[in-house]
């Protein structure tokens, strides 16, 4: 039996905007109606949480030219200085709700840390994100904290990256985190892309300030890849002057080949080497090489 497609009608709108809440990285698409919004606007939308307070990042586009499947909900008003004023209490509402929970967490031994708290604009609810290496029973700390609080409370467990993109720092690079300023999803990063750039593998080097394998080794990646088609395998044989080398490492950057053998290695330029051993007469002879004994 065939899947019925599901056709989104996002028709009721004329334009879209993009849409940041409290300084995140990732900016949101709205529907609206002939309303005349600029960059950096304060707004009041609908989300899946609630209705929250957002700032306009980018101007209204065309319906016509939106081309995600997902659906938009709506931008519900400009935002007034009541909204903001109550977004402003909000934010130091949720601090005093994150150190309550804190120590309700800690009063039921719970093993949970608490990274952020954040109420929606209209205040009916509250929703905590945490980390969390195993499921939390929190049953009871929900009876608690609406006793407290007397609002809806959501429990939101995040991973680590996720914790390092709420938090932010700085990288190994001196800037900011890619994951707290620009980087929207996380893609699955595995040792092998490392190996494919010939990284020494040392975990504690190449993990980022979640303890997982650092976004950016996906960055080079595929330029990488396509570097190395040129390049020999490591193992193969060849011969200069009837004596026998195997190819011992390469070297992208520095586009050389080291050839190893009995009595120490050669370098070769990557040009050299592909004249030399990928041409159908081969000129073993060719001395434009530089040798180095063992």
């Keep these: 039996m065939e899947k019925e497609e599901i056709v989104i009608d996002n028709s009721?709108?004329?334009?879209?905007?993009?849409?940041?809440?409290?300084?995140g990285a990732k900016a949101y698409f709205f529907g609206?109606?002939?309303i005349e919004l600029n960059i950096g606007d304060k707004v009041v939308v609908e989300t899946a949480r609630g209705?929250?307070?957002?700032?306009?990042?980018?101007?209204?586009?065309?319906?016509?030219?939106?081309?995600?499947q997902l659906g938009l909900k709506p931008v519900i008003r400009i935002a007034t200085d009541t909204d903001?004023?109550?977004?402003?209490?909000?934010?130091?509402?949720?601090?005093?709700?994150?150190?309550?929970?804190?120590q309700e967490v800690a009063n039921l031994k719970l093993d949970m840390h608490l990274i952020s708290s954040e109420y929606t604009l209209d205040k009916t609810k509250v929703i905590f994100s945490y980390v969390?290496?195993?499921?939390?029973?929190?049953?009871?700390?929900?009876?608690?904290?609406?006793?407290?609080?007397h609002t809806r409370?959501?429990?939101?467990?995040?991973?680590?990256?996720?914790?390092?993109?709420?938090?932010?720092?700085?990288g190994m690079c001196g800037l900011p985190l890619c994951c707290s300023t620009f980087l929207n999803e996380f893609d699955g990063i595995s040792i092998n892309r490392a190996k494919n750039q010939m990284l020494a593998i040392n975990i504690p080097k190449l993990s980022g300030h979640c303890g997982k394998l650092m976004c950016c080794l996906k960055y080079e990646d595929d330029a990488y890849t396509d570097l190395k088609k040129?390049?020999?395998?490591?193992?193969?044989?060849?011969?200069?002057?009837?004596?026998?080398h195997k190819v011992g490492a390469i070297n992208v950057i520095s586009g050389t080949v080291r050839l190893d053998n009995d009595e120490?290695?050669?370098?070769?330029?990557?040009d050299d080497y592909n004249k030399q051993f990928n041409q159908p007469h081969q000129n073993n002879n060719n001395k434009k090489f530089r040798h180095e004994a063992k």
């Design 12 to 23: 009721n709108y004329t334009h879209y905007v993009g849409v940041k809440f409290n300084l």
């Design 32 to 34: 609206i109606n002939n």
């Design 51 to 68: 209705t929250e307070l957002g700032e306009i990042v980018m101007q209204p586009i065309e319906i016509a030219k939106y081309k995600s």
């Design 84 to 102: 903001v004023k109550l977004h402003e209490n909000n934010l130091n509402d949720a601090k005093t709700a994150l150190s309550i929970c804190e």
């Design 132 to 149: 969390a290496d195993d499921r939390v029973d929190f049953r009871e700390l929900l009876k608690v904290l609406a006793y407290k609080l």
């Design 153 to 170: 409370i959501e429990l939101r467990q995040v991973g680590p990256r996720d914790k390092a993109k709420m938090i932010g720092g700085l």
């Design 230 to 244: 040129n390049y020999p395998e490591i193992g193969k044989e060849v011969f200069i002057d009837k004596v026998r």
């Design 264 to 270: 120490g290695f050669v370098f070769l330029s990557i």
